[in-house]
């Protein structure tokens, strides 16, 4: 099947993420560097690197772990999603969009190349689920995951079926709209 491009408020900005991964990896390296030789007991370093990508992202940098990102994906991965803006909420999004969106968190598309989005494609799904948790009232991970019917058997939702979920729940609409 063949992705679809969804609008600009929608598609993950890969180009301003491009734009900040190499300054951003730089100094979660750097950060790690300055720990294992001096220490950071106090975490003034941490907080200096905290201000630092909150200015350069405008992302509340309390959800990412800067200091042990070798136990979780790795500071190649931290980097990219510090980098990536983040999901936004829209008022009018189209079934086609929401289509396609759950087809991506769904399926695993391989982009080949050595390009920055083959590097990190793989790693969108935070994105969209974040999208879809913005935007649609019914939106559990769960419904992305093997479930247990009445009877206790394994069952997966279709892609159809997710969005189908999604789409008659609603849209999460901002305060003021009817």
Same mark, same amino acid.
């Given at each position: ?12 900005? !890969? ?81 086609? /969009? ?60 279709? !892609? ?14 901002? /305060?003021?709209?009817?």
């Amino acid at each position: 099947m063949t992705e679809m491009k969804l609008r600009g408020e929608i598609e993950p900005n !890969m180009e301003l993420a491009e734009k900040l991964y190499p300054e951003i990896l730089r100094s979660i390296l750097d950060y790690t560097k300055y720990c294992d030789e001096q220490g950071d007991k106090d975490n003034t370093e941490y907080k200096k690197l905290e201000k630092k990508f909150h200015d350069l992202t405008n992302k509340d940098m309390s959800v990412y772990n800067l200091r042990e990102w070798w136990e979780e994906e790795g500071a190649e991965v931290l980097a990219f999603r510090i980098a990536l803006p983040d999901a936004v909420k829209l008022p009018d999004i189209n079934r086609e /969009e929401l289509n396609e969106i759950v087809r991506r968190v769904a399926t695993f598309d391989i982009v080949e190349g050595l390009s920055f989005k083959a590097q990190f494609n793989s790693h969108l799904d935070v994105y969209y689920h974040t999208f879809l948790k913005l935007n649609f009232k019914k939106y559990k991970p769960i419904i992305f995951q093997a479930q247990r019917d009445e009877n206790r058997k394994y069952f997966e939702y279709e !892609m159809d079926e997710i969005s189908e979920l999604l789409w008659e729940g609603g849209m999460i609409k901002e /305060e003021g709209q009817g």
